[in-house]
């Protein structure tokens, strides 16, 4: 269960979109964020869709390899989905004892559910496309500027670069020890919200070790190799626009306008494509 | 010239209470003097809490002497100016190859040191090839560690120490973590290196196997050099390294059985090849 969670894993092909520059993919990631949530016309998800898939099909990464993140989510998605059918005031649609689904909630609910299911495979996809490294070395570049005001931009992309090196290995090791304390007897499973918590100790607390163990070794390990913050470091990769990124800036544009033309579109049509969210 | 050069070296282990307050010390590494020539393949051998390890993070500056001096190519690892120079020089490659990967990719793996250290991207890219070559896990350079065998990952743990273009390789038990396949995969990787590349190597370990084809050995004990020659030298006193708790490879087991028992064999026997040749000598 633990192995399905794709978030933060790099899949190994060779596409356009792995090549494209990381800031490329992490301004698109926020922009196609920004425009699920910002939209609010029904019709526009199409549009969504459209650029979605054609992303995926450029990058080469398995449909199947892709929706196994959302399996992880699911129960989200489900919570978020319920929470809204059943609990937006509005008018009614149907009621049977207790519950009440009026339309507000309904559309709500839907449109909760697209956005977060669109959310997690977009923003998988972006980590699915890109190395870590390349996606903290585009971040460390996009954040810049900040050093001025003396953030430190280098020592955080370097965090969040080891973070998420280490979630595969992290993963692994939850695995094995809950297997290990299952073995002696542990039950991860059954009981209240409170037996439960309490039963993750044994499986915490060894974690815990064990990633400051790793932790210590890492940081050796980066000394010895002579390691010494970001000052008069090169770049193996640098981060170099190519004539495809700017191309991709231009796509991202045309989408953002795109969306916005549908969404405006459709709030002066009639009938079904004016379904909206409210 | 020697390369490393340890003096009357010692190194206490500061033990504390919870409230961080001194408790004592624990002497790990106690008055060890020796030194390694350039291209030499040295091997330092001793069981758990021989002091071994410490030993070993001395040459890399990672630890400081407590008492006496370790030289990295005439540099004193005390020198705060000098501290990545000798790390440049003296590579460190750790027991568990998980914890010493940076890089999600083999290949920005290795570039990471040559990164740290300023070299230009061009000459990254060219020393990334080399390394990966001389550790024969070229072909992997796409791949994410993950996906690599605990003995591939210690290869390419060493090419990202090849890859600084160091004098000298330390390897801190390299092997421990590895099954026998893995073992021998890294321990051929590692001879060639010295044969071919020239690089100095020391390797610190406790199986037996693996210090056959070193030029010298050290044996520690309790923090202090036990024992210290040729692998043939150290082999044949086969009583003193099991009073070390040390066992010999099984050759040279059976060889000194054998002459234990009255068969006429030369001392210090490593290989199977030697035994065969040494007991056809004994019919003939």
């Known amino acids: 269960m633990l192995r399905d969670i794709t978030l933060g894993q790099y899949y190994q092909t060779d596409s356009v979109i792995h090549r494209l520059d990381p800031r490329v993919k992490l301004v698109g990631t926020l922009l196609f964020i920004i425009s699920l949530f910002v939209v609010n016309q029904f019709p526009v998800y199409l549009v969504v869709l459209v650029f979605l898939g054609s992303v995926i099909a450029l990058s080469h990464v398995p449909l199947g390899f892709m929706l196994r993140g959302m399996k992880a989510i699911a129960f989200l998605l489900i919570l978020a989905f319920v929470c809204n059918l059943f609990l937006t005031p509005g008018d009614i649609l149907v009621s ?183 | 010239m020697d390369i490393i050069k340890a003096q009357d070296l010692s190194f206490d282990y500061i033990r504390r209470d919870e409230e961080g307050n001194v408790e004592g010390t624990t002497r790990a590494v106690n008055h060890v003097s020796l030194s390694v020539s350039q291209g030499d393949f040295v091997a330092i051998l001793g069981h758990n809490g021989s002091g071994k390890s410490t030993f070993a993070k001395h040459l890399n500056a990672i630890l400081m002497p407590t008492e006496g001096t370790v030289w990295v190519d005439g540099m004193d690892t005390r020198e705060e100016a000098k501290i990545w120079d000798i790390r440049q020089e003296a590579g460190m490659v750790f027991q568990n190859p998980d914890n010493q990967i940076i890089g999600q990719v083999v290949e920005e793996d290795v570039g990471f040191g040559p990164e740290n250290m300023g070299v230009p991207t061009k000459e990254i890219w060219e020393r990334v090839e080399e390394s990966l070559k001389a550790v024969g896990m070229y072909e992997y350079r796409k791949y994410s560690p993950n996906k690599l065998s605990g003995g591939q990952k210690q290869r390419v743990s060493i090419a990202g120490v090849l890859a600084m273009h160091p004098k000298c390789i330390v390897l801190d038990e390299p092997t421990a973590m590895l099954d026998p396949s893995g073992r021998r995969e890294v321990i051929r990787a590692v001879r060639a290196l010295n044969m071919v590349e020239h690089v100095t190597v ?49 050759v040279t087991q059976l060889a000194w059985e054998l002459k234990q028992s009255g068969v006429n064999l030369p001392e210090g026997i490593l290989t199977v090849e030697e035994l065969t040749e040494a007991l056809l000598q004994c019919r003939g």
């Open chain 1, 96 to 278: 049977f004892w207790k519950l009440r689904i009026t339309k507000q909630g309904l559309s709500t609910a839907v449109f909760m559910a697209i956005r977060l299911s669109l959310l997690i495979v977009g923003s998988s996809l972006m980590t699915l496309t890109t190395t870590p490294n390349h996606l903290t070395d585009g971040l460390e570049k996009l954040l810049n500027p900040l050093k001025k005001i003396r953030v430190p931009v280098h020592e955080i992309s370097m965090m969040m670069s080891i973070a998420l090196r280490f979630i595969p290995i992290l993963l692994e090791e939850t695995d094995k020890i809950m297997k290990a304390q299952m073995a002696r007897g542990a039950d991860f499973d059954t009981g209240n919200l409170i037996q439960k918590a309490k039963a993750l100790i044994p499986l915490l607390v060894p974690l815990f070790i064990s990633a400051f163990r790793r932790a210590n070794d890492l940081a050796m390990a980066m000394e010895a190799r002579c390691y010494r913050g970001g000052d008069g470091r090169t770049k193996m990769k640098p981060l170099k626009y190519e004539k495809r990124d700017f191309a991709a800036y231009g796509l991202l544009l045309f989408y953002m306008a795109a969306c916005a033309g549908v969404n405006i579109l459709s709030a002066h049509l009639p009938g079904i494509l004016s379904w909206h969210l409210g």
């Open chain 2, 202 to 250: 020391i390797l610190i370990t406790h199986y037996m196997e693996e210090i056959i084809h070193a030029d010298h050995v050290f044996v520690m004990d309790v923090g202090k050099v036990a024992m210290h020659g040729t692998p043939k030298e150290v082999f044949s006193r086969v009583e003193e390294l099991k009073a070390l708790r040390l066992g010999v490879p099984e």
